[in-house]
């Protein structure tokens, strides 16, 4: 089935039509709108959630074991002064160290896995049939795995970018804060680092921006991953500001609800019934409102890598 959908139509091709895979044809660019599937982002959402519990589970496993017979449940660990808190990390050391270790592998795991659901929402939004109507989830999938090796290989490769981007920004803060400590002050030559590490970050920024656009061109145009980087670096030079405000306000947007849900999180943690049901339910929300915006800007880069 996969060879079918990853087969190009010639045929098509050579009578202008855009290239098709198998049964599946390039969408109209002004029809590749994340608010078209919300079906999709709502499996996005889901598979993020399973990994978030599956990560979350060992340390609530460990917590459960320690205070599962305790009248006032977990609630000790919230009181003024972290007492408890702190008596449990020391009595629990190898327990927490295990639960750590198991998060870290989860969420790796995670990073990893996510490549699959990631592409075949991108896949959804730039496909149709030949009839233009929406593809199935069976067709989504089989895109993405299509598309898998290339998204494998920009997530390594720009890993290693990102880790020297902000590996450059940490020493050039480094240099700035020992050559004004002395005619600065401790304080002052503190704050030109932090400064300085900020701006050498704009360069980082710039990676993550590439990488949606490699990806977009990896599902849109099919492309391997050198290839994927040439095109998305060539979109982002033709309208980098126009693209970095893209990516930007919705980035800025997304953490809106984080601080919110942070304000009201102060009242109702560490307290059962009710309140910790709202609690739940504010944060799903959040991480559904972070994954619609994520999605509206990987469709932006559909978009873009179309017409580049």
Known sequence: MIEGILTIDHADEAAGVPRALGYLVPRQNAKIRARLHPTAIAGVWAWQTAFALLAAYPSAALVGAAY???????????ASG?????DFLRTNVHGVGAAAAGTALVTIAAVLA???????????MAHATHGGHRIGASRAIGGAVGSGRALAGLLVSV??????????????????????????GEAHAQMLAVAIGAVALVPACAIGVV?????AAVVRLQLGTLAAWIAGYRSFR???????WSWGWRALASLAPVGV???????????GGWALLALALLHQAVVLIRVALRSSWLAKALRTVDLS
């Open 159 to 184: 890993g290693g970018a990102e880790a020297l981007a902000v590996g450059a920004a940490v020493v050039l803060g480094g240099v700035a804060e020992s050559s004004a400590h002395a005619w600065l």
């Open 114 to 124: 996510g490549l699959l659901p990631l592409a075949a929402l991108m896949t959804t």
């Open 261 to 271: 849900v942070a304000l009201l999180a102060d009242r109702l943690s560490w307290r």
């Open 238 to 244: 033709a309208a980098p500001i126009d693209l970095a």
């Open 82 to 86: 972290a007492l408890a808190l702190l």
């Open 68 to 78: 599962g017979n305790d009248p006032r449940g977990d609630a000790p660990l919230g």
């Open 211 to 215: 990488h949606d656009l490699a990806r």
